[in-house]
């Protein structure tokens, strides 16, 4: 997965993590209530920390999401004891450009014909604020150990349009 | 972490997926519409599917989650690729005997003075629907293949009271 340079250590750090994780369980609120979430590829993360994904037109999720919906992004590794919260806003688009920099042989069982099938249309989520945790480099402790004791991160992206509470 | 019989071989299979992966990512909708989640410990599932997690009465999430509401839960095993989403129903109890039933010693650097801590409470999910994607058994394919790949399975309680759409 593709990583371009990030402000902060913080958000580097948060890039990282989502790298090596790469599949984000994708969560969307529905129009009763329900949090659907489902799992997806993320292709990459952009210098201003947009997620970038690529999906079909037809899929369930896309009319879940729409356009500038709020959606959240939850990414785990539980035999690292990593975990990664992102929430933000999704942004739906067609961009022939940024679909050949993002493709990759693994999308081709959803896209048969690659990045020019007309059924491809790009997900990006534009990040408000996330969350990490994870254990000390170098640390070795079973997974039994408690989420309090694993060093936490909060993050506030500089273009969150909203505060924290 | 404890399962209890199971009614069906679908949520069989979901209860050991979830047994197996054991940290829940919970997801709860706040006022502002943000979707966020956080790493929790999966203690049981008991016999009608429910899943039980213990915490504190003071901690933030808590005062997200108030009674009766909507949240859903992510599991993630990126490297075996099994990937579970339930959504369900909560309730807030206090509850001696399962307490005591539930408690395990990686709880104690959130609940200091054991199961009997005033602080802690249980966290009921009663789930109301859930889907789960995994490969067959026995074959090995890379982290590369796509979900669509997976054995994808969806579930809806019997004790669901809404229809799926």
């Known amino acids: ?12 750090r948060l890039a ?8 984000a369980m994708l969560v969307t609120a529905e129009p009763d209530g329900a949090l659907r979430s489902r799992p997806l590829r993320t ?6 920390g947009a997620l ?17 919906r709020r959606v959240s992004l939850s990414y785990m590794h539980p035999a690292s004891e990593r975990f990664v919260w992102a929430s933000g806003v999704t942004q739906i688009l067609r961009d ?16 048969p014909d690659g990045r020019d099938d007309p059924e491809a249309v790009l997900l990006k989520v534009t990040i408000e604020e996330a969350e990490y945790w994870e254990r000390g480099h170098g640390e070795v402790i079973p997974l039994t150990a408690a989420a309090r004791e694993l060093h936490n991160v909060r993050i506030k992206s500089p273009r969150a349009p909203r505060e924290s509470h």
Do not use: C, N, Y
Request: proline fraction near 8%; charged fraction near 30%.
């Open 52 to 68: 970038w994904f690529m999906t079909t037109i037809s899929s369930p999720k896309i009319g879940e999401i729409d356009e500038h």
């Open 96 to 111: 022939e450009a940024k679909a050949r920099e993002l493709w990759t042989p693994g999308l081709r069982p959803w896209l």
């Open 1 to 12: 997965m593709d990583i371009k340079p990030q402000a902060t250590p913080e958000l580097r």
């Open 16 to 23: 990282e993590l989502v790298a090596a994780i790469e599949i």
């Open 43 to 48: 292709l990459q993360i952009d210098s201003e």
